[in-house]
């Protein structure tokens, strides 16, 4: 039997436009400059610069800027009609009516006033070569591309050549292939047509990995240093360093060199040299291919100080101005007989969506300085000396700027700040504390860099144990178990004892 029920609750949804000002909140600096790239290409209201005489970009802007992003309240389809009338108008600029003979669809799809430099007839009718823009493509070779063009000079055969692009494909990121000779050929059947034995694909895979870099396709850590060992100059040293991975390579991985010396009959100083030069090669060479545009931070603050004062300011140089075409606004506004309803409809939506994104960029801009200020001024010590960074936490920014503890979270996630001591990241500010002796609270990142100082002046006959490491730092004053010493040590990716142990 069918029952109807009535009930009333309370649900909290976000509008589109709170969920655009979001995405671009925790955007950084160059994700958004694409992200504004791409709503200009798919905006036709929406486009870069500004001038004197538009409103947009005037007393418009002051309003956008006060205004947040919330959602539209519900209205009548007639007072609707009226309040979508009155906001186009308002942004035809001093003196513009409107009518309809001001504008004209014919004069709006005018192909120079819509793209400008950019049509065919522009570069038609230039006559000096140096007025058009010249993009020179940069062609880039990646990492499997410089192994091709080393088995290119192997005189591999036609099936052969097949191995060896089927192996490039199985390699882990790291240069290591984990997938084993079995699998391997029943996958080259299926992939190729063709059957290739386990023996064909073993050598190959041999040939490669004695490529540059040495030891690619390796199956383990052994057989790799191993490979880059028998790619070098044959001497003493890389003797002995190839007997210490080939017949003690479990000694060697624990570090036990008493019993290195006596099974090898090595001397210390031998041994010493042995182990320097192993611990030089590459143990991971797939990772050798590194793109400097991959490696470059790009900051989304800079810091300077300025006779004590801390200047903060926000990195826009690749955001370009934004306004809204006014074209476009009075095309919506006007009653051209020429244009449907379902036209108009949608040149309405477009300018709309242009004011939505170019008010979420302007309190994208706010909402990060405000989060940038207030952690500036919990950290001035860091930023005017680069050192002494206080315990904070996101709760701590939000509760200054009033702003929820999620809003913080998006703007600190992938943004760096440029300092005079360097660049960081903006989480790099945010640690927990504990307390001292004194009653103070130190930082965690404080304390970590007091046990990699430590460490670093032990002995390295004698590594200091993770006990030891808290007594001092208890002498110091910090209250710390060794658990937590523990912890931060491997934070820190700094190995036990027994593998600091030098000869």
Known sequence: MLQLSQQQKLQLKLSPQQIQYIRLLQLPQLALEQAIKAELEVNPA????????????????????????????????????????????EDQGPGKSGSDDEFSWEDFISTDDLYGYKTEDYYSNTTDDDDRPDYTPVQTSNFTDKIRDQIRLLNLTEKQVLISEHLLGSADPDGYLRVDAQKLADDFIFNYGMAATEGEIERVR??????????????????????????????????????????????????????????????????????????????????????????????????????????????????????????????????VSKIDDQTRQFIRKKVEDAKFFRQS??????????????????????????????????????DRIFMDISTVSRVVNS??????????????????????????????????????????????????????????????????????????????NLPVARLRKKI
Not at 291 to 320: A, K, M
Request: include cysteine.
């Open 206 to 335: 041999r040939a490669i990995a004695n490529l540059e870099p040495p030891g690619y396709l390796s199956r383990n850590l052994q057989e790799c240093l191993l490979f880059q060992l028998n790619n070098m100059d044959l001497t003493e040293t890389s003797e002995n360093a190839i007997a210490i991975l080939t017949d003690c390579f479990e000694e060697f991985s624990r570090k036990h060199f008493d019993q290195i010396m006596k099974i090898l009959q090595l001397n210390q100083e031998e041994l010493k040299d042995a182990f320097e030069l192993i611990r030089h090669l590459n143990p991971k060479p797939g990772e050798d291919d590194y793109n400097p545009n991959s490696n470059y931070i790009t900051p989304d603050f800079f810091v300077e100080n300025d006779n004590g004062e801390l200047i903060i300011t926000l990195n826009d140089r690749g955001i370009p101005s934004l306004r809204i075409n006014r074209k476009y606004v009075a095309l919506a506004a006007s009653k």
């Open 415 to 492: 943004k760096y700040v440029q300092t005079e001591f360097g660049v960081f990241s903006l989480k790099h500010f945010f640690s927990e504390g504990i307390e001292t002796d004194s009653g103070e609270e130190a930082s965690t990142r404080e304390v970590k860099e007091k046990i990699r100082e430590i460490l670093e002046a032990e002995d390295g006959r004698k590594p200091l144990s993770d006990d030891r490491i808290a007594e001092i730092l208890n002498e110091k004053g910090f209250n710390i178990a060794r658990r937590t010493v523990t912890k931060y040590r491997e934070a820190l």
């Open 361 to 398: 960029i302007i309190q994208r801009r706010e909402t990060m300085m405000k989060v940038m200020t207030s952690i500036v001024e919990i950290q001035r010590t860091f930023f005017e000396t680069g050192a002494g960074l206080r315990p904070m936490i996101l709760k701590d920014v939000a």
């Open 46 to 89: 929406l486009e870069e610069g500004q001038t004197d005489d538009d409103p947009e970009t005037q007393d418009d802007l002051q309003q956008d800027q006060a205004e947040p992003v919330t959602e539209p309240q519900q209205e009548t389809s007639s007072e609707k009609q009226e309040s979508d009338d009155s906001w186009l108008t």
